[in-house]
C-alpha cells in the first residue's frame, strides 16, 4: 500500500467506534483492546486460509494476553508460535495442542523449555536449530526440532543455499533420537519491498525452499512441516502455488494481524479490511506552543522502535507526533484547528503494536464502546531469570 493510500485508510478511521464510555474513570495511558475488531481480523484472516485454521501458526508476541490466546484457539486456532519461554507457558496454559518456540534457545533458556515441555506432556513442543551443538540442547526431551533457514535476512538459521549442511543437520537430529518436524523460514525482511516486489522475492525465496524439500525427501528425510511468513510476507506465501500441492503442511504465521498497527496497514492490501484493534488511551497534559500538544504517551508507552511518527492520533489526522521523551509524547498541530485541549483524550493506533503491548501489565476489554474487562497481558516481559527453590 502506498504511504498516500495508508493516511487515507488511517484518516478514514471512526473516532466514534473507538470512544469509550466512562473515560474519566481511566487512568492513562491505558492499553485499550476492542473485541470486536480482534474477532474481526480473526475472520478475516481464517478467511485467507479458506477458513481451514490448521494452515496458521500465528505468533503469540503480538497478542501477549492469554485472554487473546484463549479466543484465538476457540476459534479453531491450535498451532502457535512463541519467542520467550514465558510466552511458551502462557500459550500452553492457554490451551495450545501444538507450540513452536521461534527463537534460538540456549543454556538455561533451553533447560526452561524443556521443563515447560514436561509439564504439557499433551502440547507438542518444538525448538529451531541451525548447528550440531544446539542439537546437544534437546538430547533426551521430548521437543522436537525444526531446522531455521535464513532466507537473506541475516538474523538467525542456515543460509538457504547450504542445502548439504541442511540435510547434514535433520540426520544428525534423527540420529539423535530426536524428531524432525520441518523447516522454519522467517522472511520479514521483505517489509521493506513494495507488495508487487515482495511477491517477487518472496516467491524465489519459496522456490529455494522446495528444493531444499526436495532434498531432505530424496534423502529419505520426512519434512513434516514448513513454516513461512509472518506478517509482511503473509500476503505472497498465500499465493505461492506449490505450497498449496505439497507433501508437507504448510503453514503461515502472521502475529501482527490479530491487532494490526499502522505499518501492517500499510504491508497488507486494503481489501483484506484489517481493523487496529489495540489503542492506546492516552491524555493531553500540555500545550507548550501554538503549534504542540503533549500527550502522557511517551516511548515508555508506545514503542518507538519503527521510527517516527510512532503511532497515529485517530480522528485527528492533522496532527502529527514528534519524537517521543520517556513519558511525553509532542505532537505537532499541523493545520489551523480547533486542537484537543489539556484533559481532552487521544485514541493512538500504534506503528509497531507488538513491542506495544509489551509496555503494558493490564489491558481495558472494550465491547461497544463499554469496558467489559481489565486483563492482565500474561506474557508480558520474562520470567525470574534464576530459582532458589
Known amino acids: 500500500m502506498t504511504t498516500s493510500a495508508q493516511s487515507r485508510l488511517l484518516s478514514s478511521l471512526a473516532l466514534d467506534s473507538y470512544r469509550i464510555a466512562e473515560i474519566e ?3 492513562t495511558p491505558a492499553l485499550a483492546i476492542y473485541l470486536d475488531a480482534v474477532d474481526s481480523n480473526i475472520n478475516v484472516t481464517l478467511g485467507l486460509v479458506g477458513n481451514d485454521a490448521n494452515r496458521l501458526r500465528p505468533h503469540v508476541k503480538t497478542a501477549k494476553l492469554a485472554f487473546i490466546m484463549r479466543r484465538m484457539r476457540e476459534r479453531g486456532i491450535f498451532n502457535f508460535k512463541c519467542a520467550t519461554p514465558l510466552e511458551l507457558l502462557t500459550i500452553c496454559n492457554a490451551g495450545a495442542s501444538d507450540v513452536l518456540v521461534a527463537y534460538p534457545m540456549v543454556g538455561a533458556n533451553a ?3 524443556r521443563e515447560i515441555a514436561e509439564g504439557f506432556s499433551a502440547v507438542r513442543v518444538s525448538a529451531l536449530v541451525e548447528s550440531s551443538e544446539q542439537i546437544q540442547a534437546w538430547r533426551g526431551s521430548r521437543v522436537g526440532l525444526f531446522i531455521d533457514i535464513n532466507p537473506g535476512m541475516d538474523r538467525t538459521g542456515v ?3 547450504r542445502t548439504d549442511e541442511i540435510v547434514r543437520l535433520a540426520k544428525e537430529i534423527q540420529s539423535s533420537g ?7 523460514y522467517y522472511d520479514g525482511h521483505l517489509s521493506k519491498y513494495e507488495l508487487a516486489e515482495r511477491y517477487a522475492a518472496a516467491h524465489r525465496g519459496y522456490d529455494q525452499l522446495m528444493e531444499i524439500a526436495g532434498a531432505l525427501s530424496k534423502a ?3 519434512v513434516e512441516e514448513i513454516i513461512t511468513a509472518g506478517t509482511p510476507a503473509f500476503p505472497c506465501t498465500l499465493t505461492y502455488e506449490p505450497f498449496k500441492r505439497a507433501p508437507f503442511i504448510h503453514r503461515a504465521s502472521p502475529g501482527t494481524v490479530i491487532y494490526s498497527d499502522t505499518t501492517s496497514l500499510a504491508q497488507l492490501p486494503a481489501e483484506w479490511c484489517y481493523r487496529p484493534a489495540a489503542v492506546v488511551v492516552s491524555t493531553v497534559v500540555s500545550h507548550p506552543s501554538p503549534s504542540v500538544i503533549t500527550c502522557d504517551a511517551g516511548h515508555k508507552t508506545v514503542s518507538a522502535d519503527a521510527g517516527v511518527p510512532n503511532c497515529f492520533v ?3 489526522p492533522e496532527l502529527a507526533p514528534l519524537k517521543p521523551s520517556e513519558e511525553h509524547l509532542p505532537i505537532e498541530i499541523k493545520q489551523d484547528i480547533h486542537a484537543p485541549l489539556i484533559g481532552d483524550t487521544l485514541y493512538l493506533v500504534p506503528r509497531h503494536v507488538c513491542p506495544t503491548v509489551n509496555n503494558f501489565d493490564h489491558a481495558i476489554i472494550v465491547r461497544g464502546g463499554r469496558i467489559v474487562a481489565v486483563e492482565r497481558v500474561t506474557a508480558r ?3 525470574a531469570p534464576l530459582s532458589f527453590e
Open 159 to 161: 543460509e538457504q543455499h
Open 220 to 222: 529419505g528425510i520426512t
Open 25 to 27: 474513570k481511566i487512568m
Open 178 to 184: 530426536l524428531r524432525f518436524r520441518g523447516l522454519h
Open 314 to 316: 485517530i480522528g485527528w
Open 111 to 113: 533447560q526452561r523449555v
Open 381 to 383: 516481559g520474562r520470567e
